[in-house]
């Protein structure tokens, strides 16, 4: 056969056998367990969400609903999803008469097992932990949210804390605040300026305030914000230098 006659038939079998698009991922069999951030006790009555999205997508699609059980369980059966590339999961709670608040964990999405009709099964990626706020995703909660493969399963632990401040987002060099005013923020970092300089622009920066509108003047608000402020320079990496509050 000559060479001519060959490079069809392999040009041919090459489009004949298409790849595994990603739509061809199926939401496995999910698994998500809520637990108490402190305690690790499994918490039941929590409202769960299962959540999947394509890349195109700015938003999740809610797959189904479900409660925690009493072992802070709750169980969602398989099912197709198109374009799938990321599967999530929505934890919201009431509790101590605050407002309804929420985590939301999203999971890359991975290609697993081999279903009965030739796709595949999602499997667990890279975890990214959310809390929202104004119905809008905020980032931070990488450690509230764990998912790993049990089989041709997934399972997604929750850690629901008491408050958004428990959050650290994993990616972040100094996630601990017991190490403030004992750390070298500025290690290994260049920094043009001095620290006459830095003073000097704050100085410029305060004498310019005021100019386009002038501040507020209410002794009560003063007072509270300059509060605020002095607690927090104190417990800031730069507790002595002198802090203003206009």
Known sequence: MSRTVLLPAVLLALVSTPALARGDL???????QVVDFEGGQPLGNVSVELL????????????????TGADGWARFASRPYSDLDFMGVRVSWSDRDRPQRSL???????????????KRLASAGKTKGYYVAYDRLEEGCDNLIRAQDAGSSLQIFVFK??????CE?????YPDATAIGK????????NLFKFDDDVRMGQEFWDSTGQEQPPLDDPMVQA???????????ASDLPDLPYHTR
């Open 26 to 32: 199926v939401v496995p069999d999910v698994a998500v």
């Open 52 to 67: 999947a999205r394509s890349k195109k997508d700015d938003g999740f699609d809610t797959l189904a609903s479900a409660t």
């Open 104 to 118: 939301v964990g999203q999971i890359k999405a991975k290609k697993g097992d081999k279903t009965g009709d030739g």
């Open 161 to 166: 804390p008491d408050t958004y401040a428990k």
């Open 169 to 173: 987002d994993t990616d972040v060099k």
């Open 183 to 190: 750390r070298d923020i500025n290690a290994g970092k260049l």
């Open 224 to 234: 509270y914000v300059a509060g605020l402020v002095e607690r927090i320079a104190r």
